[in-house]
C-alpha cells in the first residue's frame, strides 16, 4: 500500500481541493504490471459483453412488444414498461455495486447472470398468459378507471420484468469491477465496457428492428436472442476458469486496502454531481422520445422508423462513449469536463427544430430523391436506409455527446472512492433512475402540459444550468469569471430561447414533405399519443385531418363516403344490428351516421381524445358536434386492448384505423389474434367489418395476407367496394354465422330521417345500391387468394413489407375480375318481399349489375380514355345512372385540363389527336368539341374552330367554357355582335345559376 502526498484539501463549501492533504492510494497497476493473463481476458470479456449488449436489446424489444400485446398500444402502457425495465436495470446496478467489489469470482457470477437472464427470457411469454388472465378479470370484475389500470399496468410490469431487468443492470458494476485495476482508469477502462455493451446493443436493435422480427417472428428472435445469450454465458463461465488467480490478485489486494478513500470531495459537491447524473439520463431519455415524436411527421410511423432512431441513439452513445474513455486518460478536472458535455447537450437541444426545420425545408428532398434512386436497385432501400440518414443526420451528435459524459462522470465519481464496482454501480444506477423519470416525465407531464417546442427548451435549458453549477463548484480556476463560465453560457442561451419564435414546432408539422403545397395549418394539438393537425385546402374550401404526419379524414368527398359507408354498412347488413362499436373516431361523421339508426348501443373507441377533440370542433358540419357524448359512449383506450378485455357483446364491430404501412402499430387491428378477440365479441349473428384500403402503392400480398388471415378466423367472408361511387378501399365483413342480406331491412333503415339524405351523397339510394356493392364471397376469394402469409402478433407481416411491387391499379383490376360474381344471390334474405316485387327487384338489380361492372373497370382504367369508354359502355345500360354520369363528368373535366395544359404547351396537335378519339368514343361529348376548337384555334383554323365550338353549345347550351371559347374565336375574327352575344349568353348563365 502507497501514500501519496497530494498536498490538497477539500474546501466544505465547494468541493474544490487545497493543498496539504495525504490521501491514500490503492496499490499500482499499470498496464506494465497487469498480468499477461489479464491482457488477454479483458479484451475477450469485452467482445463477451459485446454480445450480451446485443442480447440485451434484442430482448427488450422482444419484452415490449410481448408486453403492449397484454397492457394495450397506448403511450402510456408503452411508457410504463420501458421505465420498468430501465427502473430494473438501476436496481440491479445499486443492488451489485454493494457487493461487487468483496466478490472473488465475479466472471462465474457474471456467467451465471447471463444463464438466469435467458431462462427469464424464455419464461417471460408463458408469465404473459397469466398475467394475461389477470388482467382480464381485473378489467370485467372492477370495470377500472384509466388511472386504475396504469396503476395495474404498472403492477404487472414490475413483476413480469424487474427480475430479468435487474440482473441485466447487475452486469455492468459487476464486469466494471473485474476489468478496472487502476483507479485512475475506472473511466477509462468501464468506459470503454460501457461502449462495446452499447455498440452491441446497437447491432441487436439494428438486427431486431430491420431483420430478425421480419424474418423469424417474436418467438423466433426470442429463441434466436436466447440462444446467443447461452453462448455469452459459456464464453463468461470458460474465461472465468484462466481468470481464478488474476481474480484472486484483486481481490487480496482489495482486502488489504478495503475501501481507501481516495481525494474525495464534500457532501455538497457529492449530491450536485449524483444530481448531475441524474438529470443528465432524464435529458437524454426524453430527448429520445422527442426525437421520435418529430420525426413522424416527416416520414410516418413505419416500423423502420422507430427502429432507426434507437439504432442512431446507441451508436451515437457508442461513439461518445468510445471518445469519453480516450479522454479520461487526459482531462485532470473530470467533473468540469462532465459539465461541458452536459452544457453541449443542452445546446443540441436548442438548436434541434431550428435544424429540424432548415433539414426539412433544404436536405430532406435532395436525400429523399437520393434514397429512391438507390431503391431500384437494393430492395427495400426507400424504407430502411431514408430513416437511418435522416436519424444521423439530425441525431447522431447530441447522442454521441451523451455518450461523451458517461465515462468522464465515471471518473469524476471514482474520485470519491476507490471502490471500482460501487462506482460504477452507483453511477449507472442514478443515471438509468433519471432515464426512468425522463421517460415518464416526458409522457405524462412534458408533452401533455408543455409541448414538444418548450418541452425541449425545458430539457436544454435544466441541463445548461445544472452544468454550470458542476463548472461553479468544480472547476480549479481562481477567477470569478472563469468559475461563472458556464453560467454565462447558460444565461446566453436563455435569451436566446425567450427571443425564438413560439410556434417552430408548428414548422415543422407544416413542413411535412407529404403535404400538398397549397394545404394551410389551421390548428394543431399536441397529446400523449399523438399529434393532430387541421389544414384546409383555400382553393376548395375543404378540411383535412392529419395525425403524426398521416391525413386519416377530410370533409371532400371522398374522405366523406369513406366514412358514410364504415358508419351505415354495419347496421345496413345486419338487420339485428342494435348494438354497434366503431373502432377509430376520424373526422367524426361514421358516429354521426350511426346515430342516424336509432341504435340501443353505440359506441367508439379511439386511442387519442385529441383527435375528437379536434374534429368536433372544426368538423361540426358533419359529426354530431356537442351531442356525440349524448349519443355515443366514447371509449378513450386502446382498441385491441379494449376488445380483448371488454365482455361487451356487439351486432357489429367496425374496424377503421390507419393503415399500419404509415403507423405500424395499427399493424396489431390487421392479426389474427385481434380478429379473434373481435370473433369472440360478437352475438351469434353478428358482423366483424374491417376497413382495407387499396392505394397505388399497396402491395398484393398485403392485401392477401390481411383478407386470407380474416378468412382463417371467421368461416364466412364477403366483401364489399363502393360500387356506386368507386373509392380506394374494400370492407371485408367477417362472421360466424352465414352472412344474408334483407333489401326489406335495408329499405327500413333507408326511410328513417337523415339515414336516405345521407347515403344520398355517395350515390346509395336503395337497397339495390346497397348490395350492387357486394363483390363476392370466402369461396370467391379462395379462387383468388391461394397462398399468403398470416399476420399474427407474434409473426408480424404487414408492417414489416416494403411497397414494393405491383399495386394499386394493377391489383384492383386482378381483384375484381377475379372475385366478383353472382354469388351475391345465395345471400339475400327475401322476408318481406312477395314474388312479384322480387322479380321486379331481381330484374332492375341485374342491369344495375352489368352496369356496375363498367364503373368498377373504369376504376382501374389506365388511361383517361379507357375510363371514359367504361363509363359509355355503362351509360348504354343505365343511361340515368348517377354514378356513371358522375364518371363521366369528372372524366371529361379531366380531359379538358390534360388538353388545355397540351395545347399551353404547343402540342396542338397531341391535343386534337385525343378530342377526336373522345368523340369517337362519345360523339355528343361538348368538352370534346372545345378542346377541338381550342386546338383548331391555336393551329390558326379559326372556321373549324367556330364550327367545333358551336357544336360543343348546341349539344349543351348550358356549358359557359363553350360560349367563352366561341366569344373568343369570334372576337378574334372582328365578329363583335356575334361576340357580345357569346359573352352576354355566360353573364345570363351565372346570374340565373344558384349559389
Known sequence: METANLNTNVDDETGEFEPNQEVKMSPTSDDDNVPTRGRIIIPCLMTVYFFSGACSLIDEVIWVRLLKLTLGNTIYASSIVVSTFMGGLALGAFIMSRYSDRIRRRLRLYALLEIFITLSALLLPWELKIADRAYVWFFQTCQPTNKELLLVQVILSGLLLLVPSMLMGSTLPLLGRFVTSLEKEAGHLVGKLYALNTLGAAVGCFMAGFVLIRLLGIMGTLYT?????????????????????????????????????????????????????????????????????????????????????????????????????????????????????????????????????????????????????????????????KPLVQSAFLFLLPSVMMGVGFPIALQAWAHRAHQVGRTTGTAYGVNTVGAVVGGLATCFILIPWLGMQLSMFVLALGGMWMAGMLWMLFSRGNKILGRTGLFGVAGISTLVVLAMPSNLFETVVKSNPKLPEQLELIAAEEGIATTVSLYKDPREETLYLYTSGQRVAGDTYFWRSDQKMLGHF???????????????????????????????????????????????????????????????????????????????????????????????????????????????????????????????????????????????????????????????????????????????????????????????????????????CYLGDQDDLRRVIRSYCFNTDVKPYIEFTAADQPGGNTLFRRFIASVRCDSVYAHIDWGGFDEERKDKWLENYARLHEASTYLLMSNGAPTLLDRLDCCMEGLKIMPDNPALLNLKTRTEKDMFSFCADLILSNKAEAALVQAEKMLDIHPRSAVAWMIKSLSMQKKGNVKEGLEAAATAIRLEPGIADAHFVLGSLLSGSGRLDEAATAYDKILRHFTQSPK
Open 225 to 385: 436472442a436466447a440462444i446467443l445469450n447461452l453462448f455469452v454465458a459459456f464464453a463468461g463461465w470458460l474465461l472465468s476458469r484462466f481468470s481464478y488467480s488474476l481474480e484472486e490478485e484483486r481481490c487480496n489486494a482489495l482486502i488489504e486496502n478495503p475501501g481507501v478513500v481516495s481525494i474525495g470531495f464534500s457532501r455538497g459537491g457529492e449530491r450536485v454531481l449524483l444530481l448531475a447524473f441524474f438529470l443528465s439520463g432524464l435529458i437524454s431519455i426524453s430527448y429520445e422520445l422527442l426525437w421520435m415524436r418529430s420525426i413522424v411527421h416527416l416520414l410516418s410511423g413505419y416500423t423502420y422508423v422507430f427502429s432507426s432512431v434507437l439504432t442512431i441513439y446507441l451508436l451515437g452513445n457508442v461513439i461518445g462513449a468510445g471518445i469519453g474513455s480516450g479522454l479520461v486518460k487526459t482531462i485532470k478536472n473530470p467533473a468540469a469536463g462532465f459539465a461541458v458535455t452536459l452544457s453541449l447537450l443542452g445546446v443540441c437541444g436548442i438548436f434541434y427544430l431550428p435544424l429540424l426545420i432548415h433539414w426539412t425545408s433544404h436536405a430532406l428532398p435532395h436525400i429523399d430523391r437520393e434514397v429512391e434512386l438507390a431503391s431500384m436497385t437494393i430492395p427495400f432501400s426507400t424504407y430502411m436506409i
Open 570 to 772: 354495419g347496421i345496413l347488413l345486419n338487420r339485428q344490428a342494435q348494438s354497434v362499436l366503431s373502432v377509430g373516431f376520424g373526422s367524426g361523421e361514421s358516429t354521426a351516421c350511426m346515430a342516424l339508426h336509432e341504435l340501443e348501443r353505440a359506441d367508439c373507441v379511439e386511442i387519442a381524445p385529441e383527435i375528437v377533440d379536434l374534429s368536433s370542433r372544426y368538423f361540426r358540419h358533419i359529426n354530431l358536434g356537442d351531442r356525440l357524448n349524448d349519443e355515443i359512449g366514447m371509449i378513450y383506450m386502446d382498441a385491441k386492448n379494449y376488445i380483448h378485455l371488454t365482455d361487451v357483446m356487439y351486432d357489429s364491430i367496425v374496424n377503421d384505423s390507419i393503415h399500419p404501412k404509415h403507423f405500424a402499430e395499427n399493424a396489431s387491428l390487421y392479426a389474427k389474434e385481434y380478429f379473434e378477440d373481435a370473433a369472440a365479441r360478437l352475438n351469434e349473428n353478428g358482423l366483424f367489418i374491417s376497413w382495407i384500403p387499396t392505394h397505388n402503392v399497396e402491395p398484393v400480398n398485403v392485401i392477401d395476407s390481411i383478407i386470407g388471415t380474416m378468412m382463417d378466423v371467421f368461416p364466412y367472408v364477403t366483401v364489399w367496394y363502393m360500387t356506386p361511387e368507386p373509392a380506394q378501399y374494400f370492407l371485408v365483413v367477417g362472421s360466424k354465422q352465414p352472412q344474408y342480406f334483407s333489401p326489406e331491412h335495408i329499405e327500413a333503415e333507408l326511410s328513417k330521417d337523415g339515414v336516405r339524405d345521407s347515403l344520398a351523397l355517395i350515390n346509395i339510394h336503395n337497397s339495390m345500391d346497397v348490395i350492387s
